[in-house]
């Protein structure tokens, strides 16, 4: 594996008597599409919520292209470079597709209450590029000619594209993306995955959940399975099909 | 509303001629209307005062989707410190505090001067309105952040109580230290003066206004200057929203977890907007205070912040020409009811059936009724930029209909 991008250790989330994540860990380099698959409740969207902060781990040690940082809060998390998608799709309804990829700006541009009020030359500049880089985005995952639609009225493949791209807007160093495909037909989930292996390309990292085993092992280069809370199997993704207990997780196993 | 239209983006000249033509009709108006007597633009001002409220209060509910049933308490507060920082209320404050604790008092009193003993501090409005806005502002952080963990229902019911706990306050700080006079108000209020003019018409002068060669009655002053700083409000306001700062309003209205998820810092930008909107409120009061001469907590009760509420969505929640259009209708349509209901009446019937007041209210309360089942977004709303009708196919509830594997 080249240069590791996200390196997570001895996760413990318990909520009350559920003790939802045991010891959980991952490790992802750079450049890489990395899927997190398992049945349904296994913690997957949990893990997922500790990375990106959403909740607050009970242990876990957590590093981010080598520098470790605090999963705290989730702005905190977006500024040090993880951004997200949500499972069911969580775009800002009223706005237009554009102004959702600008608001994806927002974390690594700077002007305030002055700068607002008073379009000073920086101000200006700022927000132009702001514009222009949403644009580029929309474009990039092929939505830019809805630019200016308002994003509730999307179709879902598209309120799907919107969501990464708005994501891709802060500049992540790891995508995240909680089941991109859910909801999908075959053809969108084909040209999802065109998208998936575009951002790769560009040398993102992603960083993936999803049920769809199928879709996840041709795509993906590593593959970590949670059964339960835990941990059950990590490797290439034809190891994992022949994992006797990612069998078990999935069809039961013989008792 | 086709004829106007203030989309710059979209159609920047149709909204520069629209404006431009406002402006005339605005500008104007004083002078047509005066000649039916002042009470006419004495409603004016009020009205204009209120859509300054209804800006600003637009920036908290309408922009950031937190609904504030407090927010008359800024205006109370702006309208307070003008009480206090430009009348004779000052010495009474001073007398109470020698009383209760003479060091502070004496202190006090050696820096400001003697004279403040006797005469109270008399601030220029230059001094008074940025310290009612920074005052204001202050407050809408202070009281927005206990806050920010709430939404919908209770942060609108804990706005409530802090909008009567300034009331309160304000009905009740006048002893030990004689603050706000209690219930009795602050009287003799300084009127406003730019550039040398008293905007109450110099003494004897009959509430004329000398400005160079013209002179206008005071109501007419006033009422320029009200139009000044709603045009700046307007203007804030709007720069706001079209900026990095209104996208991430306008965000955590949509959707707070998904805005944190992109890195905005919910906590900051909800205080800011808090802070901003109340801002305009105080600037609001202060200039309420030095039109009236005269400021009581009643002035700043539950209703006005409800009144206030009403402009906003009734006008388009969101939407600023709409909200600026909200605010006129509601706070001019009572006072016309009130000129026009009983000569009408008189003239109908030949005698007044219903009495103005209560005539008032009913069609106020109907005319909001009417509105709200008909136009549910407002008078006038935000524009929407969608290529196909809202009940078409393809949004998210009639999706593909593939289950996940």
């Not at chain 1, 600008?102 to 200006?124: E, L, N, P």
């Not at chain 1, 909801?183 to 560009?202: F, H, P, Q, S, W």
């Not at chain 2, 005052?135 to 409530?160: E, H, S, W």
């Not at chain 2, 040398?196 to 002179?215: E, I, K, N, Y």
């Amino acid at each position: 594996m080249s240069e590791v991008i996200l390196n997570i250790q001895g996760v413990n989330k318990r909520f009350g008597g559920l003790q939802a994540l045991t010891d959980v860990g991952i490790t992802i380099g750079r450049g890489q599409i990395y899927g997190l698959i398992g049945p349904n409740g296994a913690g997957k969207t949990t893990f997922f919520n500790v990375i990106t902060g959403l909740y607050q781990p009970d242990t876990g040690t957590f590093e981010l292209a080598g520098k470790p940082y605090s999963p705290s809060a989730p702005h905190a998390v977006a500024k040090a470079g993880i951004a997200r998608t949500f499972q069911n799709i969580r775009l800002f309804g009223e706005m237009t597709a554009l102004e959702n990829v600008m608001v994806g700006r927002h974390v690594r541009s700077h002007q305030g209450v002055f700068g607002a009020i008073f379009r000073h030359k920086a101000a200006r500049q700022e927000e132009a590029s702001i514009r222009q880089r949403a644009q580029e985005l929309l474009d990039f995952v092929g939505i830019g000619q809805f630019a200016s639609r308002t994003s509730k009225y999307l179709s879902y493949g598209d309120q799907r594209r919107l969501e990464i791209a708005r994501a891709l807007a802060t500049d992540p160093q790891l995508l995240a993306l909680d089941e991109p495909a859910a909801g999908m037909n075959a053809t969108e989930k084909l040209a999802l995955r065109e998208l998936l292996v575009k951002i790769k390309n560009e040398g993102k990292t992603v960083l993936l959940i999803e049920h769809d085993v199928k879709l996840m092992m041709g795509l993906c280069d590593r593959i970590t399975v949670l059964e339960y809370g835990k941990r059950i199997a990590e490797g290439l993704p034809h190891e994992i099909q022949s994992n006797q207990a990612v069998i078990d997780a999935y069809l039961g196993g013989a008792h | 509303m086709a004829l106007l239209n203030f989309d710059t983006t979209r159609n920047p000249q149709k909204a520069f001629v629209s404006m431009g033509l406002l402006l005339l009709v605005a500008l104007a108006f004083p002078f047509i209307a005066q000649n039916f007597g002042n009470s006419w633009v004495r409603i004016a001002d009020l009205a204009l005062l209120y859509i300054m409220l209804a800006l600003g209060l637009n920036v908290v509910v309408g922009f950031a989707g937190l609904l504030d049933l407090g927010y008359i308490a800024f205006y109370a507060i702006g309208a307070y410190l003008t009480g206090l920082l430009a009348s004779p209320q000052f010495a009474t404050l001073l007398e109470s505090l020698i009383n209760l604790h003479p060091g502070t008092g004496e202190a006090l009193a050696a820096v400001f001067g003697e004279e403040i003993r006797t005469n109270g501090i008399h601030l220029s409005v230059w001094f008074i309105v940025p310290l009612a806005a920074a005052l204001a502002g202050l407050f809408g952080a202070i009281l927005g952040a206990p806050t920010l963990k709430l939404r919908g229902d209770y942060l609108a019911i804990v706005t409530l109580g802090f909008g009567e706990i300034i009331r309160i306050f304000m009905n009740n700080l006048n002893d030990p230290i004689n603050i706000t006079n209690g219930p009795q108000g602050i009287n003799l209020i300084d009127p406003i003066k730019v550039f040398g003019v008293d905007l109450a018409g110099a003494a004897g002068s009959g509430a004329m206004v000398q400005v160079g060669p013209w002179s206008m009655p005071s109501v007419n002053a006033y009422y320029f200057l009200f139009l000044l700083l709603t045009i700046a409000t307007i203007f804030v306001t709007s720069r706001l929203q079209h900026s990095r700062l209104g996208r991430a309003w306008v965000a955590i209205r949509e959707d707070e977890i998904a805005a944190k998820a992109m890195g905005i810092n919910t906590r900051n930008v909800k205080l800011l907007a808090f802070s901003m909107g109340a801002t305009f409120g105080g600037v609001a009061g202060a200039m309420f205070a030095s039109f009236q001469g005269f400021v009581s907590p009643e002035s700043f009760s539950l209703t006005e912040s409800i009144a206030v509420l009403a402009m906003v969505v009734l006008g388009g929640i969101g939407h600023i020409p709409g909200v600026v259009l909200g605010g006129l209708l509601l706070a001019a349509l009572p006072e016309v009811l009130r000129h026009v209901v009983e000569p009408l009446q008189q003239q109908l019937f030949g005698k007044i059936l219903i009495e103005a007041e209560v005539l008032r209210q009913l069609l106020y309360g109907l005319a909001m009724v009417v509105i709200m089942l008909n136009r549910p977004a407002g008078l006038w709303p935000s524009p929407k930029h969608e290529d196909r009708p809202d009940g078409d196919s393809d949004t998210k509830s009639q999706s593909s209909g593939v289950v996940p594997a």
